[in-house]
């Protein structure tokens, strides 16, 4: 297979952390070829999209004393070239959140490649769809109370009824800008005010889940399936349990609840076309489902002695298999 991936500055990219390293030293370790791009590299050119290409070589990283290790020069790349992104077989999209509007105008590109010859994961039309914080309120069965509102009274009135409460906002990442809300907060109004810039834009607020200082799991799906899960724990004072805020990780087995969130969304993320996917899960509920640039799966394999990037590429081997 040709695997194209739309990511961040390579220069910039953990390739002990990062997901996105690890599904393509994946796909180079299964014998198949792979190129970078980024975002601002997407171009049409007679109604057909193209990219700017540079074909890129991995040195695996390697688990020492529990720790992924990579070596100083853990990629190399090529000369670059522009082609046609339906000259490849699969392209990625991995650029982090936020969306932008340059990041969806990157999508319309996107929705150019003809899905006969190439596919694009996850699809151009649900990554526009699947606003990480909104699009998670279609499964409302399996969320805490949760709301969506830019007015401070329905914002007071939400958090007085809880006790607390978390402010999220609609496009944040990584664990940015989310606060904790509590009755009685001096605070409170200037935050809101601050997060909904004077009442301008939306924000969501949930209840607070006593159980998320035991920790946030973070589960991957493939295909709608649960491939494996990290737990990721506050440290410190710190109430959020994010990786990119401190968070550490441990361990965790999926449990039967775990599965039964599964499959209330399964059904709708591959109607979707969102075939890599991580969503949170606190104290049995869940919180946000990740669709941009799900990450944690060099923690994963880390802690369980699994490679779910083998599994992933594996199981893109044999989708188009199936469909040649």
């Given at each position: 297979?040709?695997?194209?991936?739309?990511?961040?500055?390579?220069?910039?990219l953990?390739?002990?952390?990062?997901?996105?390293?690890?599904?393509?030293?994946?796909?180079?370790l299964?014998?198949h070829?792979?190129?970078?791009?980024?975002?601002?590299?997407?171009?049409?050119?007679?109604?057909?999209?193209?990219?700017?290409?540079?074909?890129?070589?991995?040195?695996?990283?390697?688990?020492?004393?529990h720790?992924?290790?990579?070596?100083?020069?853990?990629?190399?790349?090529?000369?670059?070239?522009?082609?046609?992104?339906?000259?490849?077989?699969?392209?990625?999209?991995?650029?982090?959140?936020?969306?932008t509007?340059?990041?969806?105008?990157?999508?319309?590109?996107?929705?150019?490649v003809?899905v006969?010859q190439?596919?694009?994961?996850?699809?151009?039309?649900?990554?526009?769809?699947?606003?990480?914080?909104?699009?998670?309120?279609?499964?409302?069965?399996v969320?805490?109370?949760?709301?969506?509102?830019?007015?401070?009274?329905?914002?007071?009135q939400?958090?007085?009824?809880?006790?607390a409460?978390?402010?999220?906002p609609?496009?944040?990442?990584?664990?940015?800008?989310?606060?904790?809300l509590?009755?009685?907060?001096r605070?409170?109004?200037?935050?809101?005010?601050?997060?909904?810039?004077?009442?301008?834009?939306?924000?969501?607020?949930?209840?607070?889940?006593?159980?998320?200082?035991?920790?946030d799991?973070?589960?991957?799906?493939?295909?709608?399936?649960?491939?494996?899960?990290?737990?990721?724990?506050?440290s410190?004072?710190?109430?959020?349990?994010?990786?990119?805020?401190g968070?550490?990780?441990?361990?965790?087995?999926?449990?039967s609840?775990?599965?039964?969130i599964c499959?209330?969304?399964?059904?709708?993320?591959?109607?979707?076309?969102?075939?890599?996917?991580?969503?949170?899960?606190i104290?049995?509920?869940?919180?946000?489902?990740?669709?941009?640039?799900?990450?944690?799966?060099?923690?994963?394999?880390?802690?369980?002695?699994?490679?779910?990037?083998?599994q992933?590429?594996?199981?893109?081997?044999?989708?188009l298999?199936?469909?040649?």
């Amino acid at each position: 297979m040709k695997l194209a991936f739309i990511v961040d500055p390579v220069e910039g990219l953990d390739p002990g952390h990062d997901t996105s390293v690890a599904l393509m030293e994946a796909a180079g370790l299964l014998g198949h070829q792979v190129w970078l791009t980024q975002m601002h590299h997407l171009t049409v050119i007679r109604g057909q999209a193209y990219a700017l290409l540079y074909p890129v070589e991995l040195v695996p990283v390697k688990l020492v004393d529990h720790k992924w290790l990579a070596v100083d020069d853990w990629y190399k790349l090529g000369l670059p070239e522009w082609s046609p992104l339906e000259s490849m077989d699969v392209v990625w999209m991995r650029k982090d959140p936020p969306v932008t509007i340059a990041y969806l105008y990157a999508t319309y590109i996107l929705d150019l490649v003809n899905v006969q010859q190439t596919r694009v994961i996850n699809t151009p039309k649900g990554l526009r769809e699947a606003n990480e914080k909104m699009y998670a309120l279609q499964f409302a069965s399996v969320m805490p109370e949760t709301i969506v509102t830019q007015d401070k009274a329905i914002i007071h009135q939400f958090v007085d009824a809880q006790g607390a409460a978390i402010l999220k906002p609609l496009n944040g990442k990584a664990g940015e800008g989310i606060l904790y809300l509590e009755t009685g907060d001096r605070n409170i109004n200037s935050i809101i005010e601050i997060s909904t810039r004077r009442g301008a834009e939306p924000v969501m607020i949930q209840s607070y889940l006593p159980a998320a200082i035991e920790g946030d799991k973070r589960i991957i799906l493939l295909n709608g399936e649960p491939i494996g899960a990290i737990n990721r724990i506050p440290s410190g004072k710190e109430f959020r349990g994010n990786m990119a805020v401190g968070g550490r990780v441990a361990e965790v087995e999926i449990t039967s609840r775990d599965y039964e969130i599964c499959s209330t969304l399964s059904a709708k993320l591959r109607s979707d076309g969102l075939y890599f996917v991580g969503i949170d899960v606190i104290g049995g509920y869940l919180t946000e489902i990740n669709v941009t640039s799900p990450t944690g799966v060099r923690e994963i394999d880390r802690l369980n002695n699994t490679h779910l990037g083998l599994q992933v590429i594996q199981w893109l081997e044999n989708l188009l298999a199936k469909e040649n």
